[in-house]
T-cell receptor, first 115, second 112 residues
Framework: DAGVIQSPRHEVTEMGQEVTLRCKPI?????LFWYRQTMMRGLELLIY????????DSGMPEDRFSAKMPNASFSTLKIQPSEPRDSAVYFC?????????????FGPGTRLTVL | TQLLEQSPQFLSIQEGENLTVYCNSS?????LQWYRQEPGEGPVLLVT?????EVKKLKRLTFQFGDARKDSSLHITAAQPGDTGLYLC????????????FGTGTKLQVIP
Protein backbone atom coordinates (compact mmCIF):
# COMPACT_ATOMS: atom_id res chain seq x y z
CA ASP A 1 0.00 0.00 0.00
CA ALA A 2 1.23 3.48 -0.81
CA GLY A 3 1.85 5.70 2.18
CA VAL A 4 1.41 9.44 2.33
CA ILE A 5 2.94 11.03 -0.74
CA GLN A 6 4.44 14.51 -0.71
CA SER A 7 5.94 16.61 -3.46
CA PRO A 8 8.35 18.08 -4.05
CA ARG A 9 10.88 16.48 -1.68
CA HIS A 10 13.12 19.53 -1.87
CA GLU A 11 12.32 23.10 -2.79
CA VAL A 12 14.73 26.01 -3.00
CA THR A 13 13.25 29.39 -3.76
CA GLU A 14 13.97 33.05 -3.36
CA MET A 15 12.35 35.35 -0.85
CA GLY A 16 9.07 36.72 -2.14
CA GLN A 17 8.26 33.79 -4.38
CA GLU A 18 5.15 31.64 -4.04
CA VAL A 19 5.67 28.08 -2.83
CA THR A 20 3.14 25.26 -3.13
CA LEU A 21 3.57 21.98 -1.30
CA ARG A 22 1.44 18.97 -2.21
CA CYS A 23 0.16 15.97 -0.32
CA LYS A 24 -1.76 12.80 -1.15
CA PRO A 25 -3.03 11.10 2.02
CA ILE A 26 -3.53 7.39 2.52
CA UNK A 27 -6.74 6.25 0.85
CA UNK A 28 -9.59 5.95 3.35
CA UNK A 29 -8.08 8.25 5.94
CA UNK A 30 -10.39 11.06 7.00
CA UNK A 31 -7.94 13.35 8.79
CA LEU A 32 -5.09 15.25 7.18
CA PHE A 33 -2.46 17.29 9.01
CA TRP A 34 0.22 19.74 7.94
CA TYR A 35 3.25 20.12 10.24
CA ARG A 36 6.42 22.16 10.17
CA GLN A 37 9.62 20.92 11.80
CA THR A 38 12.66 22.99 12.74
CA MET A 39 15.53 22.43 15.10
CA MET A 40 14.45 25.31 17.30
CA ARG A 41 10.72 24.66 17.55
CA GLY A 42 10.40 20.92 16.90
CA LEU A 43 7.27 19.57 15.22
CA GLU A 44 4.50 22.16 15.01
CA LEU A 45 0.97 21.52 13.81
CA LEU A 46 -0.07 24.13 11.26
CA ILE A 47 -3.57 23.01 10.27
CA TYR A 48 -5.69 19.91 10.09
CA UNK A 49 -8.69 18.78 8.06
CA UNK A 50 -11.46 16.31 8.76
CA UNK A 51 -13.37 15.02 5.74
CA UNK A 52 -11.77 17.78 3.62
CA UNK A 53 -12.97 20.55 5.96
CA UNK A 54 -10.41 22.68 7.83
CA UNK A 55 -10.97 22.16 11.56
CA UNK A 56 -8.17 24.05 13.25
CA ASP A 57 -5.79 26.46 11.57
CA SER A 58 -4.58 28.17 14.72
CA GLY A 59 -1.04 26.96 14.05
CA MET A 60 -0.74 28.74 10.72
CA PRO A 61 1.93 31.37 11.35
CA GLU A 62 0.35 34.23 9.44
CA ASP A 63 -1.77 35.15 6.45
CA ARG A 64 1.03 34.27 4.07
CA PHE A 65 0.19 30.61 4.73
CA SER A 66 -2.90 28.95 3.30
CA ALA A 67 -4.02 25.35 2.93
CA LYS A 68 -6.71 23.67 0.88
CA MET A 69 -8.13 20.21 0.55
CA PRO A 70 -10.35 20.14 -2.56
CA ASN A 71 -11.00 16.40 -2.28
CA ALA A 72 -10.18 13.39 -0.10
CA SER A 73 -7.02 12.54 -2.00
CA PHE A 74 -5.24 15.86 -2.33
CA SER A 75 -4.15 18.82 -0.24
CA THR A 76 -1.90 21.82 -0.77
CA LEU A 77 -0.03 24.17 1.54
CA LYS A 78 0.83 27.49 -0.04
CA ILE A 79 3.19 30.20 1.17
CA GLN A 80 2.92 33.55 -0.55
CA PRO A 81 5.18 35.46 -0.34
CA SER A 82 7.84 33.20 1.13
CA GLU A 83 10.45 34.46 3.60
CA PRO A 84 13.77 33.00 4.80
CA ARG A 85 12.26 32.20 8.20
CA ASP A 86 9.85 29.80 6.48
CA SER A 87 12.79 27.48 5.78
CA ALA A 88 11.93 24.16 7.43
CA VAL A 89 10.80 20.63 6.70
CA TYR A 90 7.06 20.45 6.08
CA PHE A 91 5.27 17.19 6.75
CA CYS A 92 1.86 15.99 5.76
CA UNK A 93 0.24 13.23 7.81
CA UNK A 94 -3.07 11.40 7.62
CA UNK A 95 -5.05 9.30 10.05
CA UNK A 96 -8.26 7.38 10.53
CA UNK A 97 -9.34 7.80 14.09
CA UNK A 98 -10.92 4.68 15.45
CA UNK A 99 -11.33 3.33 18.95
CA UNK A 100 -9.72 6.40 20.46
CA UNK A 101 -6.40 5.79 18.76
CA UNK A 102 -4.86 8.90 17.21
CA UNK A 103 -2.25 7.24 15.02
CA UNK A 104 -0.85 9.39 12.28
CA UNK A 105 1.05 8.31 9.21
CA PHE A 106 3.58 10.78 7.93
CA GLY A 107 4.88 11.50 4.48
CA PRO A 108 8.61 11.88 3.78
CA GLY A 109 8.42 15.66 4.05
CA THR A 110 9.35 18.61 1.86
CA ARG A 111 12.55 20.39 2.76
CA LEU A 112 12.00 24.07 1.96
CA THR A 113 14.84 26.54 1.71
CA VAL A 114 14.02 30.19 1.14
CA LEU A 115 17.04 32.28 0.18
CA THR B 1 -2.78 23.90 25.85
CA GLN B 2 -1.48 20.41 26.45
CA LEU B 3 2.29 20.07 26.66
CA LEU B 4 4.42 16.95 26.49
CA GLU B 5 7.91 17.22 27.91
CA GLN B 6 10.44 14.58 26.96
CA SER B 7 13.66 13.80 28.78
CA PRO B 8 16.45 13.60 28.14
CA GLN B 9 16.65 15.84 25.08
CA PHE B 10 19.84 14.20 23.86
CA LEU B 11 21.34 10.82 24.62
CA SER B 12 24.57 9.32 23.30
CA ILE B 13 25.33 5.78 24.43
CA GLN B 14 27.47 2.80 23.50
CA GLU B 15 26.03 -0.19 21.69
CA GLY B 16 24.71 -2.74 24.17
CA GLU B 17 23.70 -0.26 26.86
CA ASN B 18 20.16 0.15 28.17
CA LEU B 19 18.28 3.44 28.23
CA THR B 20 14.95 4.96 29.20
CA VAL B 21 13.21 7.96 27.67
CA TYR B 22 10.43 9.76 29.51
CA CYS B 23 7.38 11.63 28.29
CA ASN B 24 5.50 13.72 30.87
CA SER B 25 2.45 15.93 30.93
CA SER B 26 0.03 17.45 33.41
CA UNK B 27 -2.86 16.52 31.11
CA UNK B 28 -4.70 13.24 30.69
CA UNK B 29 -4.52 11.58 27.29
CA UNK B 30 -6.92 9.10 25.75
CA UNK B 31 -4.03 7.47 23.92
CA LEU B 32 -0.33 7.99 23.54
CA GLN B 33 1.89 7.14 20.60
CA TRP B 34 5.63 6.76 20.22
CA TYR B 35 7.28 7.58 16.91
CA ARG B 36 10.84 7.25 15.64
CA GLN B 37 12.19 9.62 13.02
CA GLU B 38 15.37 9.00 11.06
CA PRO B 39 17.25 11.80 9.29
CA GLY B 40 15.53 12.89 6.08
CA GLU B 41 12.37 10.93 6.80
CA GLY B 42 9.03 11.49 8.47
CA PRO B 43 8.17 10.10 11.91
CA VAL B 44 7.17 6.44 11.87
CA LEU B 45 4.68 5.08 14.37
CA LEU B 46 6.13 2.50 16.78
CA VAL B 47 3.29 1.85 19.20
CA THR B 48 0.04 3.15 20.68
CA UNK B 49 -0.96 2.71 24.32
CA UNK B 50 -4.47 3.48 25.48
CA UNK B 51 -5.00 1.95 28.93
CA UNK B 52 -3.50 3.32 32.14
CA UNK B 53 -0.65 1.04 33.26
CA GLU B 54 -0.47 -0.66 29.88
CA VAL B 55 2.88 -2.17 28.88
CA LYS B 56 3.73 -3.06 25.30
CA LYS B 57 6.85 -4.70 23.96
CA LEU B 58 8.32 -4.38 20.49
CA LYS B 59 11.41 -6.58 20.34
CA ARG B 60 13.95 -4.76 22.55
CA LEU B 61 11.67 -1.77 23.11
CA THR B 62 9.29 -1.64 26.08
CA PHE B 63 6.63 1.05 26.29
CA GLN B 64 4.61 1.89 29.38
CA PHE B 65 1.64 4.19 29.86
CA GLY B 66 1.32 5.75 33.30
CA ASP B 67 -1.55 4.68 35.54
CA ALA B 68 -3.09 8.15 35.33
CA ARG B 69 -2.51 8.35 31.56
CA LYS B 70 -0.42 11.51 31.94
CA ASP B 71 3.01 10.07 31.24
CA SER B 72 4.84 7.32 29.42
CA SER B 73 8.26 5.76 29.16
CA LEU B 74 10.23 3.97 26.47
CA HIS B 75 12.93 1.55 27.56
CA ILE B 76 15.44 0.12 25.10
CA THR B 77 17.44 -2.96 26.08
CA ALA B 78 20.85 -3.58 24.54
CA ALA B 79 20.71 -0.60 22.20
CA GLN B 80 21.97 -1.04 18.66
CA PRO B 81 23.16 1.53 16.09
CA GLY B 82 19.91 0.97 14.20
CA ASP B 83 18.04 2.47 17.16
CA THR B 84 19.62 5.85 16.41
CA GLY B 85 17.04 8.53 15.68
CA LEU B 86 14.65 11.08 17.10
CA TYR B 87 12.02 9.60 19.40
CA LEU B 88 8.76 11.50 19.71
CA CYS B 89 5.83 10.85 21.98
CA UNK B 90 2.40 12.17 21.01
CA UNK B 91 -0.79 12.39 23.03
CA UNK B 92 -4.40 12.33 21.94
CA UNK B 93 -6.56 14.40 24.29
CA UNK B 94 -9.43 12.81 26.16
CA UNK B 95 -12.98 13.95 25.64
CA UNK B 96 -13.23 13.98 21.90
CA UNK B 97 -10.86 14.32 19.01
CA UNK B 98 -8.73 17.39 18.84
CA UNK B 99 -5.26 17.95 17.56
CA UNK B 100 -2.65 15.56 18.84
CA UNK B 101 0.18 17.07 20.85
CA PHE B 102 3.74 16.03 20.02
CA GLY B 103 6.49 15.95 22.60
CA THR B 104 9.72 17.90 22.45
CA GLY B 105 11.67 14.86 21.24
CA THR B 106 14.67 12.81 22.39
CA LYS B 107 17.59 12.52 20.01
CA LEU B 108 19.33 9.17 20.51
CA GLN B 109 22.72 8.24 19.15
CA VAL B 110 23.99 4.69 19.60
CA ILE B 111 27.70 4.41 19.00
CA PRO B 112 29.00 1.09 17.62
Amino acid sequence: DAGVIQSPRHEVTEMGQEVTLRCKPISGHDYLFWYRQTMMRGLELLIYFNNNVPIDDSGMPEDRFSAKMPNASFSTLKIQPSEPRDSAVYFCASSFRTGGRDEQFFGPGTRLTVL
Amino acid sequence: TQLLEQSPQFLSIQEGENLTVYCNSSSVFSSLQWYRQEPGEGPVLLVTVVTGGEVKKLKRLTFQFGDARKDSSLHITAAQPGDTGLYLCAGGPSGGYQKVTFGTGTKLQVIP
